[in-house]
């Protein structure tokens, strides 16, 4: 389908840009891939007035690790964390969750904080921004306000963010020693939105102890799901069979599925369950040090 008119406006600096999203009443979109907003327009699922396309303001390509966290500015596309060393090395969770996202052709463009700002919880960043206890920079009108992962997706495409700010930055903290993470998706077929899929971070003590975790759930739900009671119950833990078992359950608890083309909400629960199970298993090793490749899906 063709899209419905509208204006189109290319700033040249965020200040520029967050100036003709409050002149248009909240009416107007950032425009950063394109790889959601387009089909949502031809669609006619959405209508905005003007687009404010924000890829011709310099220096928001960057992915950097400053100040003891990665900062992964507006317009890094998923392709650059693919591509970063920095990613490679030390967030293994992020190069898991980048390889899975559609194809290569849609990663060239997509880019990571447009993936949580579009508030879609089939997309497969917030569940890991969760559990790396991410944070969302934004800019407005009013200054610039840093808005936790954790209290940022409030319903299904709704976040915390004012329709005249721009998340211009993702800060993921590194973690600390002994840190280890995965993300794990159940997808029918390659480029396709998850059947469910798991975020597990995970940090442990010299003895092997759970010290701090983080587990978030893609797609069974209106958004990204916090699996609190799973994450409270590692800690102090060592992460043995029966205790990645017990959490796996609570972590399936926690799912919200319904039943859609992709399964049954019986079958989705099901699939969370085995799948916290294996990204536990795979975040331990890696903060053990073993398993480090980031390729926990078989993609990439
Ligand atoms: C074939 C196909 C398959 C896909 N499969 C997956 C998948 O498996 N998993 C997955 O996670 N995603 C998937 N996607 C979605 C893709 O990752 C999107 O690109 C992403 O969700 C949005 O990023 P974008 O940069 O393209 O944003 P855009 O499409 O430009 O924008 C999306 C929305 O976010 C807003 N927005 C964008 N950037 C900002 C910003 N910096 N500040 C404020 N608001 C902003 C826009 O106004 C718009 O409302 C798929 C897309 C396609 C086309």
Known sequence: ????????VAPATLDEAVALLGAHGGEAKVLSGGQSLIPMLKLRLASPPVLVDINRIPGLDYVEERDGALRIGALAREADLERSAAVRARYPILLDTARVIADPLVRNSATVCGNVAHGDPGNDHPATMIALDASFVARGPRGTRTIPAREFFLGLFATALAPDE??????????PPRSGGAYLKLERKVGDYATAAVAAQVTLDEHGGCVRAGIALTNVGPTPIHARSAEQFLLHKPLDAGTVAQAAHLAAAAAEPVEDRRGSAEYKRDVVRVLAARALRIAARRAQGLDTNGSSNGRG
Not at 1 to 8: K, Q, T, W
């Open 166 to 175: 721009i998340v211009t930055e993702v800060v993921v903290p590194a973690p």
């Open 1 to 8: 389908m063709i899209p419905s008119a509208f204006d189109y």
